[in-house]
């Protein structure tokens, strides 16, 4: 498992480099935790079994805020998501695993793959079915829904779930709604 | 009104403006167009008063969040905090505490449709004034992912002294966890909650609708009211020395000469669990919520209107509640 490292300090493995990411490698009953420069990181191979997922466990009934930096673990192998800044407000990918926080609605789009897995895991979905505002551009997001909605159901070839999106769609589009 | 178990109902809704950053990265500028704007659109529906939390005092501000109009984190880390409070302190919004709006409606009992019903004018009043951010697949966006969706919180102050005295609170709350609900204590923690205070209220605001969550949270509340009833008549297993407990409270409250916060909140809830049982005559079930308010320190360093030491505030207390529960709880016997 790996997390990113805020204070600095000097990789556990070359003892040259700054320290940049944390490893936590759990063995039967004892956790060790490392910390490696980007070099060693990268070379890092994680020896993932069962009890790697105990871990998970217990970071599973944490709240949702420890859950979110829990979470920040499992994308370890995401490197590139990770250094992903917000051009209109700086948050950072880590202050948003960190908080739970973004700084803006634009945030959302940024950090979209962070965002999309976390919030499925606190709120157990990931889609509005609420209430929309007054006078608010949804336009057509029924029709944007239901795409997004199909492409799930091919991706996961649930078929009986295909056609009832498609004739959904289908009705739309006789209505001109799409 | 309230009844004996459920005492008040609350509803927030969070809410942003689409296009400025969320309040913790905020400018003063910005924040102060949020509060104009939110002013303007309330305007509109009744009439607010609206409070800066730059421009109150301490005191004041406490007294609010005493109150519960506002939050604690409103008072103390937001930078340009604001609130609005409708005349009959039921509605309030704030402005720039975790997101730009936060709209609350505080109702008597058990009043979640109500409450619905009234925070929904707020709301349109607001979404027709001000672009809210808004998205089809994450609902209102929210800072904090943990509201995303319909923004909404539901929750139901309840009043559980028989399920805390017997030792069943923290089964309750594991049991009202897996309906995807939280339950805290409004003043404090598990059987520790001052008063017998609690809060219920849901976890997922995100794939549920309004009308689902409105229909959860009260479902739950009965489950819990059941369950309430069920330990207020384990209570009777042991009746003199409940009878004696509550009898001795309406002894202190009537005559103690000094009394803590928590000393008060421990009598208020026992002579309202004594109205219960019928061992204590209350005219107004109401007006003991109410004094559970007014006995909070900075409610009683108003009330006095000067500066009092601990022990002088104690001493005011005591007085304070003695003359009104004389006149608005007698012992029945």
């Not at chain 2, 959860?216 to 489950?223: F, K, M």
Request: charged letters at 25%; glycine letters at 8%.
């Amino acid at each position: 498992m790996t997390a990113e490292v805020n204070i600095k300090m000097v990789c556990t493995k070359c003892g040259l480099r700054p320290a940049t990411t944390e490893i936590w490698q759990r063995y039967n009953d004892r956790t060790e935790k490392m910390f490696l420069c980007d070099e060693c990181a990268k070379d890092y191979k994680p020896n993932v079994g069962f009890d790697d997922f105990c871990v998970l466990d217990k970071l599973m009934e944490n709240s949702p805020i420890s859950l979110l930096s829990g979470l920040s673990s499992f994308f370890g192998d995401e490197k590139e998501t990770k250094k992903l800044i917000c051009p209109n407000c700086r948050t950072t990918a880590d202050e948003f695993l960190n908080t739970g926080f973004v700084g803006c609605t634009r945030c959302y789009e940024v950090f979209e793959p962070l965002i999309a897995r976390t919030v499925k895991k606190i709120q157990q979905s990931d889609r509005h079915v609420g209430k929309k505002p007054q006078g608010a551009d949804v336009g057509g997001s029924d029709a944007a829904r239901l795409k997004e909605e199909l492409q799930e159901a091919v991706d996961s070839r649930d078929y009986a779930r295909i056609s009832a999106i498609s004739d959904k769609l289908r009705k739309l589009e006789g209505n001109g709604e799409v | 009104m309230s009844d004996n178990t459920i005492i008040s109902t609350r509803i927030r809704l969070a809410r942003n403006v689409d296009g400025l950053p969320f309040p913790h990265k905020l400018n003063e500028l910005g924040a102060r167009q949020i509060t104009d704007g939110v002013e303007r659109a309330l305007s509109g529906v009744s009439r607010f008063t609206r409070y800066d939390m730059n421009g109150i005092s301490r005191l004041d501000g406490t007294i609010l969040q005493e109150k519960h109009l506002i939050s604690p984190d409103l008072l103390t880390d937001s930078r340009f905090g604001s609130v609005l409070i409708g005349a009959d302190e039921t509605a309030s919004v704030m402005v720039n505490e975790e997101d730009h709006i936060r709209e609350q409606v505080i109702l008597p009992g058990l009043s979640l449709d109500a409450a619905y019903e009234r925070i929904q004018k707020i709301d349109d009043a607001i979404a027709s004034n001000m672009k809210l951010a808004f998205s089809p697949r994450y609902g209102y966006l929210t800072s904090c992912v943990t509201n995303l969706g319909t923004g909404m919180r539901a929750s139901v102050m309840m009043f559980l002294p028989g399920l805390t005295l017997k030792k069943l609170i923290d089964a309750c709350i594991t049991d009202v966890g897996r309906l995807n609900m939280t339950v805290r204590g409004v003043y404090g923690e598990g059987s520790e909650a001052e008063g017998y205070l609690y809060q219920i209220s849901n976890q997922r605001t995100l794939g549920v609708t309004e009308r689902e969550i409105l229909d959860s949270v009260g479902g739950a509340i009965n489950h819990i009211v059941d369950a309430e009833n069920r330990a207020r008549g384990l209570l009777l297993r042991n009746e003199t020395e409940l009878k004696d407990k509550i009898y001795r409270a309406y002894g202190l409250a009537t005559n103690a000469y000094k009394l803590s916060t928590a000393e008060a909140m421990y009598v208020l809830a026992m002579i309202r669990l004594g109205a219960y049982y019928g061992y204590i005559n209350v005219n107004n079930v109401d007006a003991l919520t109410d004094l559970t308010t007014r006995c909070r320190p900075a409610n009683m360093q108003k009330l006095s209107g000067k500066n009092l030491s601990i022990e002088e505030r104690d001493v005011l207390r005591a007085k304070f509640l003695s003359a009104n529960i004389k006149s608005l709880a007698q012992k029945s016997e």
